[in-house]
């Protein structure tokens, strides 16, 4: 079975903006037989963005992954030291390191990484694109 690993963004636009998405990463997310994966280090993004002012959510951070997660049916991924010594090897394709760190873990666990994010499209990791 493959898994599925999200990007924050897709996360975020699946209950904001869902026309955002594709028809195809749309029907996955409502497939609850798929097993979609939201990190941790998704979190801890949305997290530093509301706090910091860039990002603005109806409710605390904690509220609104934690409603929204099983809802959705994703499942918890956490971080890792084989994770983050994973996302130090990376090449220097991309300087994000929420998104490094996603692609660490789409990697060490064998998944596909859910993105819009072009320039994680450089790494060598399997890939769903999500923009239409």
Known sequence: MTRYLLDTMVFLWNFVEPKRLNH?????????????????????????KVASGKLQLP???R???????????LLPLVVTHEHALAAGELPRLHSDPFDRML??????????????????????????????
């Open 59 to 61: 409710e605390t951070p």
């Open 63 to 73: 509220a609104y992954i934690t409603k929204r997660m099983t809802p959705a049916g």
């Open 24 to 48: 195809q990463v749309l029907r996955l997310l409502q497939n609850p037989a798929e097993a979609v994966f939201l990190s941790s280090v998704s979190s801890w993004e949305i997290s530093i």
């Open 103 to 132: 692609v660490a873990q789409a990697q060490t666990e064998s998944m596909v990484l859910i993105t819009s994010d072009r320039q994680l499209l450089k790494y060598s990791v399997p890939t769903l694109w999500s923009g239409k």
